[in-house]
C-alpha cells in the first residue's frame, strides 16, 4: 500500500481529498468563520489560524489537495485568476521588464498594461510561438516572462521548455510564469517545464460549473511562495472558505470531465474540418505544432477555434446555435460558443487585433459533456440556417 497520496496516481489523487475532522466527517467541513480563538494571548501568534485573511482551515484543506495533484510545495488558492497575477506582478519594481505573449488572454493584456501606466513597468509582446525572436527578445534586462500554451483563441503553442531554459540561462533571477488554465495539471505541468510559477484560473475547468470565480498559484520556490503569500496576505485576495469548499468538490470530476469534453471536441473538429471550415486545434494532425503540443501536454484539451471565411456567417452560425450557448469564459460541463473579436478580446485595441492578424470571422467552441450528437446537430443545423441567412449577400 501507498504511504502517502503522492504515491498514486493522479486520477486516485485528484479524488482523495485528504483532511482532519475531529467528527469524522468525510467531507471536509467549511470553516466559515472569520476569526479563531486563542488559547492564551501569548499563543496567539504560534497557531494555525487567528483570521481568516491569513488562513482559514477549508482554505488549507484545498491547497494541500491542490499541491498533490499538481505534485509541487506550495499552492494558493486566490478569488480569481487575475486575482493571480495580481500577486505575481506586485512584487515586481519600477523599470522591471515583462516579456509576454501577444496572443495573451484578454484580461491578462489589461492588468499587464495597468502596471506599466501605474508603476512604470515595462511590458514587451512577442510572437511566443517564434523561438529564435523569443531568444533575442528575452535578455538579462528581462525580469518576468508570461506564457501560455496553447493560446487562447489562435491555439498557437509555445515551447515552454526551450524558453524557460533560455530566461534563466541569461538571467538566473527571471522568473518564468505559466497561465496553465487551458490544459491543467491533468494534461500539462509547467514546473517539470522549467517555470518558476505555475498559475491558472479556477474558473474554469478546475471548477468546472461556472459557479464560483478563483484562482490557483503553484511554485517549489521557498523564496516566491513567501512573496506570493505576503501579497495575498497583506491584500485580503485568499479564496473565501464557501468557495474554497465548493472547488474542493468540483475538482474531483475533473478527469471524467476533461476526459469526456477532449473527446467530443475531437469529434466536432474533425466534423468542421469535414464541413470545409479551417479548423485550429491541437488534437488535429493537421495542426502546425501538434508534435510540440504533445511533447509537453497528455492531451489537446477541449478549447478549438474555426474561421468560416465570413464575418457575417460567423455571426448567424452563433446565432442560431441552441445547446452552444453564447457566452464568454470555458471549461464548465456545457458547451459554449463566442466570437472572441467581440466578446472576450473585445478591449483589446482593433490595430493591435489587426498587427497580430486576428481574423475577425474566428468562431471559439469551448466543448462540454453533452451528448456529441445533439452537439453535432446543434452545429450542423446553425451552419444550415446561417448559410441559407447569409448566402445570398455572400
Ligand atoms: C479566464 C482566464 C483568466 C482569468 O481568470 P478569472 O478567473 O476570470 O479571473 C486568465 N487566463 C486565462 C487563460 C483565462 O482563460
Same mark, same amino acid.
Given at each position: 500500500?501507498?504511504?502517502?497520496?503522492?504515491?498514486?496516481r =493522479?486520477?486516485?489523487?485528484i479524488v482523495?481529498?485528504?483532511h482532519k475532522?475531529?467528527?469524522?466527517?468525510?467531507?471536509?467541513p467549511i470553516?466559515q468563520?472569520?476569526?479563531?480563538?486563542a488559547d492564551?494571548i501569548?499563543?496567539?501568534?504560534?497557531?494555525? !489560524?487567528d483570521?481568516t485573511?491569513?488562513?482559514?482551515?477549508?482554505?488549507?484543506?484545498l491547497?494541500?489537495?491542490l499541491?498533490s495533484?499538481?505534485?509541487?510545495?506550495?499552492?494558493?488558492a486566490v478569488n480569481s485568476?487575475?486575482?493571480?497575477l495580481?500577486? #505575481? %506582478?506586485?512584487?515586481l519594481k519600477?523599470?522591471?521588464e515583462?516579456?509576454?505573449?501577444?496572443?495573451? !488572454?484578454?484580461g491578462?493584456?489589461?492588468?499587464?498594461?495597468?502596471v506599466?501606466?501605474?508603476?512604470s =513597468?515595462?511590458?514587451?509582446?512577442?510572437?511566443?510561438?517564434n523561438?529564435?525572436?523569443m531568444?533575442s527578445?528575452?535578455t538579462?534586462?528581462?525580469n518576468?516572462?508570461? %506564457?501560455?500554451s496553447?493560446?487562447?483563441?489562435?491555439? *498557437?503553442?509555445?515551447?515552454?521548455?526551450?524558453i524557460?531554459a533560455h530566461?534563466?540561462?541569461?538571467?538566473?533571477?527571471?522568473?518564468?510564469?505559466f497561465?496553465?488554465?487551458?490544459?491543467?495539471?491533468l494534461?500539462?505541468?509547467?514546473?517539470?517545464l522549467?517555470?518558476d510559477?505555475h498559475?491558472?484560473?479556477a474558473?474554469?475547468?478546475?471548477?468546472?460549473?461556472?459557479? =464560483?470565480?478563483?484562482?490557483?498559484?503553484a511554485?517549489?520556490?521557498?523564496?516566491?511562495a513567501k512573496?506570493?503569500?505576503?501579497?495575498? *496576505?497583506?491584500?485580503?485576495?485568499?479564496?473565501a472558505p464557501?468557495?474554497?469548499?465548493? %472547488? #474542493?468538490?468540483g475538482?474531483?470530476t475533473l478527469s471524467i470531465?476533461l476526459?469526456?469534453?477532449?473527446q467530443n471536441?475531437m469529434t466536432?473538429?474533425?466534423?468542421?474540418?469535414n464541413?470545409g471550415?479551417s479548423?485550429?486545434?491541437t488534437?488535429l494532425?493537421?495542426?502546425?505544432?501538434?508534435?510540440?503540443?504533445? /511533447?509537453q501536454?497528455k492531451?489537446?484539451?477541449?478549447?478549438? /477555434?474555426?474561421?468560416t471565411?465570413?464575418?457575417?456567417?460567423?455571426?448567424a #452560425?452563433i446565432?442560431?446555435?441552441?445547446i452552444?450557448s453564447?457566452?464568454?469564459?470555458?471549461g /464548465?460541463? @456545457?458547451?459554449?460558443? @463566442?466570437l472572441?473579436?467581440?466578446?472576450?478580446?473585445?478591449s483589446i485595441?482593433?490595430?493591435?487585433?489587426a498587427?497580430?492578424?486576428?481574423?475577425?470571422?474566428?468562431?471559439?467552441?469551448?466543448?462540454?459533456?453533452?451528448d456529441?450528437?445533439?452537439?453535432?446537430?446543434d452545429l450542423?443545423?446553425?451552419?444550415?440556417l446561417a448559410?441559407?441567412e447569409v448566402?445570398p449577400?455572400?
Amino acid at each position: 500500500m501507498a504511504n502517502s497520496s503522492k504515491d498514486y496516481r =493522479i486520477n486516485t489523487r485528484i479524488v482523495k481529498v485528504a483532511h482532519k475532522d475531529g467528527n469524522k466527517a468525510s467531507i471536509p467541513p467549511i470553516y466559515q468563520s472569520t476569526t479563531f480563538k486563542a488559547d492564551s494571548i501569548g499563543s496567539f501568534s504560534t497557531q494555525d !489560524y487567528d483570521y481568516t485573511r491569513s488562513g482559514n482551515p477549508t482554505r488549507t484543506v484545498l491547497q494541500n489537495h491542490l499541491a498533490s495533484v499538481i505534485n509541487c510545495k506550495y499552492v494558493y488558492a486566490v478569488n480569481s485568476g487575475m486575482a493571480c497575477l495580481d500577486v #505575481i %506582478l506586485s512584487n515586481l519594481k519600477p523599470n522591471d521588464e515583462v516579456v509576454a505573449g501577444e496572443d495573451l !488572454y484578454g484580461g491578462s493584456d489589461r492588468l499587464l498594461h495597468f502596471v506599466e501606466r501605474k508603476h512604470s =513597468i515595462k511590458i514587451k509582446h512577442f510572437d511566443t510561438t517564434n523561438l529564435p525572436l523569443m531568444k533575442s527578445a528575452i535578455t538579462k534586462k528581462t525580469n518576468l516572462v508570461l %506564457l501560455e500554451s496553447p493560446t487562447n483563441p489562435l491555439i *498557437n503553442v509555445v515551447d515552454v521548455k526551450a524558453i524557460a531554459a533560455h530566461a534563466h540561462a541569461v538571467n538566473p533571477e527571471c522568473i518564468v510564469v505559466f497561465d496553465n488554465t487551458m490544459m491543467t495539471p491533468l494534461l500539462m505541468s509547467p514546473l517539470e517545464l522549467g517555470c518558476d510559477i505555475h498559475y491558472e484560473s479556477a474558473t474554469k475547468y478546475l471548477n468546472g460549473h461556472h459557479d =464560483i470565480m478563483a484562482g490557483v498559484l503553484a511554485t517549489n520556490r521557498d523564496d516566491l511562495a513567501k512573496s506570493l503569500f505576503y501579497v495575498i *496576505n497583506a491584500t485580503g485576495s485568499g479564496l473565501a472558505p464557501f468557495d474554497s469548499w465548493l %472547488l #474542493i468538490r468540483g475538482l474531483k470530476t475533473l478527469s471524467i470531465r476533461l476526459e469526456r469534453e477532449q473527446q467530443n471536441c475531437m469529434t466536432l473538429a474533425t466534423f468542421l474540418q469535414n464541413k470545409g471550415f479551417s479548423v485550429r486545434y491541437t488534437g488535429l494532425k493537421s495542426h502546425p505544432q501538434h508534435d510540440l503540443h504533445f /511533447s509537453q501536454c497528455k492531451g489537446p484539451g477541449a478549447v478549438l /477555434s474555426f474561421e468560416t471565411g465570413n464575418i457575417a456567417l460567423s455571426e448567424a #452560425i452563433i446565432k442560431n446555435c441552441e445547446i452552444f450557448s453564447t457566452t464568454v469564459s470555458f471549461g /464548465s460541463v @456545457s458547451s459554449l460558443i @463566442s466570437l472572441p473579436l467581440k466578446m472576450s478580446h473585445a478591449s483589446i485595441d482593433k490595430k493591435v487585433l489587426a498587427e497580430r492578424n486576428f481574423p475577425q470571422d474566428l468562431i471559439r467552441l469551448c466543448v462540454g459533456i453533452e451528448d456529441i450528437q445533439d452537439l453535432i446537430d446543434d452545429l450542423d443545423h446553425a451552419i444550415l440556417l446561417a448559410k441559407r441567412e447569409v448566402g445570398p449577400k455572400l
